[in-house]
């Protein structure tokens, strides 16, 4: 390769930050088979680089509908609206993350590999889409790489399962609702504390700004509806046989708001489509299309889903709260043909007692942590997007940081739905809050939000942020994240008077000083 000059690249787009350590594994793994990469991040690439690309590999994860991660945003539109640019010269291989349970299936890959496919690059390794558990395929497509350079020796099993998805045991210690209800609170939002039952090496194994992954359990009563059911059906099946199956529609296969891959599968079975304009229950399916023909109950479970780990963002501090995790679990809740439903997973957590046990690991997130001790941040986190920034303050609390904290907070009603109320008021009396920005939208006739309240700060927002201040947001994607974002932008064009507010943001971001965790 030295001979030949030419250069390999990996870049990677990611959220969560799971596309981003497979890449830097894949670094050190090629490093020792003396291969050299230039590893970068889809949101610090300089799109002039592409022409002169030899070797351009991508990992790639997909999120929402289809849409590439936030940090690739930039990337895909360059690559799209691009009209005359040619990539001949370049080899290229798409590694693509994703979750089959969603429609669009690794989506933002297969637009990518497909869009270099058609600028004239070389396609030196087939599109692999990986599901939630990536490691066996990202592996098969690390040892098509290293063919690539004729490296013939290798060592198998290249990416284990690392110690980040171990499995954690943990009992109940409180199960609080933060809305006051019964003065008329809409919300039906949940503190939760855990103590973890694993040794001690495990206790502090998080730092502020990861997330837990829960595994929901299924409810008994409705497990034992399928298992009459079926046991009146044409599914052929011997007695351990049904015990093994209890326990996995109990444990581990989804049984709630099935896939449209699922679906699909089903529907071959039955020999009818299937209309997905309904969150199907698997109870409810086979009372609908009944399978008609004599099958084993094996092929039946080989149809179904795994239950998928959900994420909540960890709200302690390890060094506060030592042996315990606390998360901030908002109930969803939603009209389903003309049914009350919830979500699957934060039903599961809100009904939990004191004393019952909870399984999880813990979520790694490289890209969504504090600072240096003496660094301004500033938090925007209205409803469960606080939750972060509950462990960021109780940290930056505990170590003495001498930066400043700006926390912007909204929800509903101040009297109803102002969550962790007394530690935030304490905090700002005790002058670990600098500021306190609070938007109560239903209080008054015309809703006011976290973005509105950014605008009426705004000269002392640009102030922060020109002086290096990190911005921190949480929360839902859209609308929240994308209005605090247009406000950002308005603020740094009409305050700061820069008239490319993107090349600012971007330095930002380059700079890791622009963040967030959104969903």
Known sequence: MKKNKETITLVYGTETG???????SIVEKAKKEKIQIRLISLD?????????????????????????????????????????????????????????SYSFFCKAGEDLDKRLYEMGADRKIPLYKCDVDFESKSESWFLNFLKIFQIKKIEKNIFKKNGVKKKIHGKILTNILLNDKERGSNKEIHHIEILIKNNESEKNNYLPGDSVAIIAENYEDEVKKIINFIQEKNILYNSNELKIFFYLLKKKLSIFYLSINMLKKYSVFVGKDIPNNTKWNFFDLLKEF????????????????????????????????????????????????????????????SQLKVEDDLFFYIHKNHLFK?????????????????????????????????????????????????????????????????????????????????????WENRKEFFSWIENGAYIYVCGEKIPMSIDVENTIFRIIKEVGGYSSTEFFVKKMIDNGRYLKDVY
């Open 370 to 454: 504090l600072p240096e001790s003496n660094k301004d941040i500033i938090l925007i986190g209205p409803g469960t997007g606080i939750a972060p920034f509950r462990s960021f303050l109780y940290e930056r609390e505990f170590i003495g940081a001498t930066g400043r904290n700006w926390l912007f907070f909204g929800d509903q009603y101040f009297s109803t739905d102002f969550l962790y109320k007394k530690e935030i008021q304490n905090w700002k009396k005790n002058g670990i809050l600098h500021y306190v920005s609070l938007a109560f939208s239903r209080d008054q006739k015309d809703k006011i939000y976290v973005q509105d309240k950014i």
């Open 290 to 349: 009944p399978i008609k023909k004599k099958i084993l109950l094996k092929d039946l479970v080989q149809m179904m889903d795994p239950i998928k780990p959900r994420l909540y963002s960890i709200s302690s501090s390890p060094k506060v709260h030592h042996s315990e995790i606390h998360i901030t679990v908002s109930r969803h809740r939603f009209q389903n043909n003309s049914r009350m439903r919830y979500g699957f997973c934060s039903n599961f957590l």
């Open 44 to 100: 610090q690439y300089h799109f002039i680089d592409l022409k002169r690309e030899n070797y351009f590999f991508i990992i790639i994860s997909t999120h929402g509908e289809g849409d590439p991660p936030s940090s690739a945003k930039s990337f895909f539109n360059f690559l799209f609206k691009e009209k005359n640019l040619r990539l001949d010269n370049m080899k290229y291989g798409v590694l693509a993350l994703g979750d089959r």
């Open 18 to 24: 799971n596309a981003k350590n497979l890449a830097f």
